[in-house]
């Protein structure tokens, strides 16, 4: 495998970001080595991280940095922490072989939002006279409003630079990184109170700090392995079928896996993306019910299927909608005589769509472009053409329809 090279852009803001802080240095009347003491903080806080409910993991730098307008008392000395700490940070990123420097301008997210934190405090303090440096408890407004900013700024860059992505959506993203406001919330809160309590603890303060962080990184970790269980045990059972002789090797997981690619792609929900997941995995589990010999003689339809494979699913209340998803999975996107059926949730239709496709490769063998139309065939009932589109884009994004695979 060919070594990764650093991206351009990342190497870039590096750059500036390491003149731009060592210029500042020149103009700071603090001690250089106390300020290069603050950078060096906030890039070893880079090396901790906590896991945040979009699966993304968040860095405890932001933490650092927001303790830094409660500890210093002049602009140049704060925007000088600031911009040689991710100059640090990079080197950090470097040693840990992250994707921040090695694929595409994340970097230059995690920069673009700190810098729009530190400007926004900069713009309270000049704007409001009874905010200066040198007073933390007058900075309590200006690192609020910050931290607000920042929030945006990231989810919305990081949205944008999933766009060197052809099969994720811009609202997905967004919506994606939305989803971490409780653990932002928490590294902020817990980088306020050290700033806050340092004047009159010293260094005690990180006690004080650490105690709501501790507590909110354990519960993020938490809720994280449940996440991976039940995604564990979902797969599991999803491979009962399989397993059975009841259903093609490895259906579920395909299914699921092109099921998602594509609600990433039309900009679903980050929460309704997960039940779809659960509900592409186990959507044959109904089929289960095929070892009864009475079910074989009296006979059975594919909303049979359906229906029963979602009062299995249903037994847990947990996965109570994905159980309905996988009811109403072979319904027809419209109706004779309308234009489109409303009431089929679009997570069905994505997963009759997928499963249709996967069905068509694996099990009569068509090629991705053969069975795309053997989809637009079926448009004028059975499969949304917008769905079919999407699955269009996200198979052309990962190369499926390059003449070679054709």
């Not at 210093?72 to 100059?87: K, N, S, Y």
């Not at 507590?215 to 449940?226: E, G, I, K, P």
């Not at 996965?319 to 489109?340: A, D, I, N």
């Amino acid at each position: 495998m060919a070594e990764r090279r650093i991206n351009g852009i990342s190497a870039f803001v590096f750059l500036a970001c390491a003149v731009f802080g060592a210029w500042l240095l020149t103009l700071s009347p603090v001690d250089p080595p106390w300020i290069l003491l603050g950078s060096a903080i906030i890039a070893a806080t880079h090396l901790i991280t906590v896991p945040a409910p979009s699966g993304e993991h968040l860095y405890l730098g932001i933490g650092a940095a927001t303790a830094v307008p409660f500890l210093v008392d002049d602009l140049a000395t704060f925007l000088a922490i600031l911009a040689l700490g991710m100059a640090f940070a990079w080197g950090v990123f470097v040693a840990q072989r992250n994707e921040h420097v090695f694929a595409g301008p994340h970097f230059l997210a995690e920069v673009s939002a700190l810098m729009a934190f530190a400007s926004v405090v900069v713009v309270v303090n000049e704007l409001s006279p009874r905010n200066e440096f040198g007073d933390p408890t007058s900075q309590l407004l200006p690192v609020v409003t910050a931290g607000i900013v920042w929030f945006t700024v990231r989810a919305l860059t990081r949205s944008l630079v999933g766009l060197e992505r052809e099969d994720l959506s811009a609202r997905f993203l967004w919506l994606l990184a939305l989803e971490d406001w409780a653990a932002i919330v928490s590294l902020f809160t817990s980088g306020a109170l050290f700033g806050l309590a340092f004047p009159e603890m010293r260094w005690w303060a990180i006690l004080l700090a650490l105690v709501p962080y501790a507590f909110s990184h354990l519960a993020f970790v938490r809720y994280h392995n449940t996440r991976v269980t039940y995604g564990q045990t979902i797969r599991a059972l999803a491979q009962i079928p399989e397993v059975a002789g009841l259903a093609t090797m490895g259906h579920a997981e395909r299914t699921a896996a092109v099921a998602v690619a594509i609600a990433r792609d039309v900009g679903m929900h980050p929460d309704e993306v997960t039940e779809l997941e659960y509900a592409s995995l186990m959507h044959d589990i109904g089929r289960i019910t095929l070892n009864e010999p009475a079910i074989l003689r009296a006979g059975y339809t594919d909303e049979d299927l359906a229906r029963w494979g979602a009062q299995i699913i249903s037994e847990a209340p947990f996965l109570e909608r994905v159980g309905t998803l996988v009811k109403e999975q072979h319904r027809p996107f419209r109706s004779v005589g309308e234009e489109r059926d409303e009431t089929v949730p679009l997570a069905s239709k994505i997963i009759k769509v997928a499963s249709a496709y996967d069905q068509a490769i694996n099990d009569q063998m068509l090629s991705p472009l053969d069975a795309l139309e053997l989809l637009h065939l079926g448009s004028t009932y059975d499969y949304d053409p917008e769905i079919t589109a999407s699955l269009r884009r996200v198979i052309s994004a990962r190369g499926d329809l390059h003449p070679a695979n054709l």
